[in-house]
């Protein structure tokens, strides 16, 4: 399967985000008394909300909606290119990633901590991370940071099995590069999938932007980390590794008396692509 997909994770992204119930003008309140309501025409005192943005409106006002709709868009928009970046540089990710240093004793292979190798996630998300405003730019710097980090500790750790069927009995002193049986990444494990929880992920991104006034960033990164939490773990059950190319010797080959044998001490080929 593909890497998790862009319009997946920013519609999560923004209805997560929507779900925090935000309302602007942040500390508004009607004032009270005739002095308001004598300022503004009808038609700007009573205005449809923009049932679309992902900020709620406090007041009817047409400026006030006219707020709610321009930050929300900014907001929006931002949520939509982080996460095509993100889905953009795992795709990336996943092309170039290989196992190596596997053992493979009989039809086992073996993939310890440190086997499955890829390049860090952070260049190739922030190539087309948001960077239009100064605050989104640090945004996507924290976000691009934790993920990446998150993402290299969770692939250092995967350990699991790999099977190669006709390395338990095979006719020759050596067996040749041969791929093994598709596994779905599931059934793989790593103690470094807590980085990956939502609120771990959330917790380093807001000491990562190191500003606690930024305006609502505990929102944001909390929609940015829930939604790519739930993308991650329906990327583990759709990919499958595979084609991961075992080889090893065959030590007890010994024909006509022994015909066939297991192998023994082989490896695997290092080869990008294994995800799939």
């Not at 049986?181 to 990956?196: D, Q, R």
Request: aromatic share 8%; glycine share 8%; hydrophobic share 45%.
């Amino acid at each position: 399967m593909p890497a998790p997909q862009k319009s997946m994770l920013s519609q999560l992204g923004k209805l997560n985000f929507k779900a925090t119930a935000i309302g602007l003008p942040v500390k508004w309140t009607t004032p009270r008394g005739e002095q308001y309501t004598k300022a503004f025409a009808i038609s700007e005192l009573v205005n449809p909300p923009d049932a679309a943005s992902v900020f709620l409106v406090k007041s009817p006002n047409k400026y006030h909606v006219q707020t709610q709709r321009e930050i929300g868009k900014g907001f929006a928009d931002f949520i939509d290119k982080i996460s095509g970046a993100i889905c953009d540089g795992i795709d990336k990710w996943m092309k170039l990633t290989m196992v190596s240093g596997m053992v493979i004793n009989g039809p086992v292979g073996m993939v310890l901590p440190g086997n499955l190798t890829g390049p860090p996630l952070m260049p190739f998300i922030l190539a087309s991370a948001p960077v239009n405003t100064a605050q989104f730019m640090k945004y996507s710097k924290a976000i691009a940071q934790v993920v990446s980090t998150a993402w290299q500790t969770w692939q250092s750790g995967l350990m699991g099995q790999l099977m190669y069927p006709a390395f338990a009995a095979f006719p020759g002193p050596m067996a040749p590069p041969t791929p093994c049986v598709p596994m779905p990444l599931i059934a793989f494990s790593s103690p470094g999938e807590a980085m990956l929880s939502p609120a771990s992920l959330k917790a380093q991104m807001i000491a990562n932007l190191g500003d606690p006034d930024a305006l609502h960033h505990k929102e944001l990164f909390e929609a940015v980390a829930q939604a790519f939490n739930t993308s991650f773990t329906l990327f583990k059950a759709t990919t499958l590794v595979q084609n991961v190319l075992g080889t090893g010797p065959i030590p007890t080959f010994a024909p006509p008396f022994v015909p066939v044998g297991p192998v023994v001490g082989g490896t695997s080929v290092p080869t990008p692509g294994v995800l799939t």
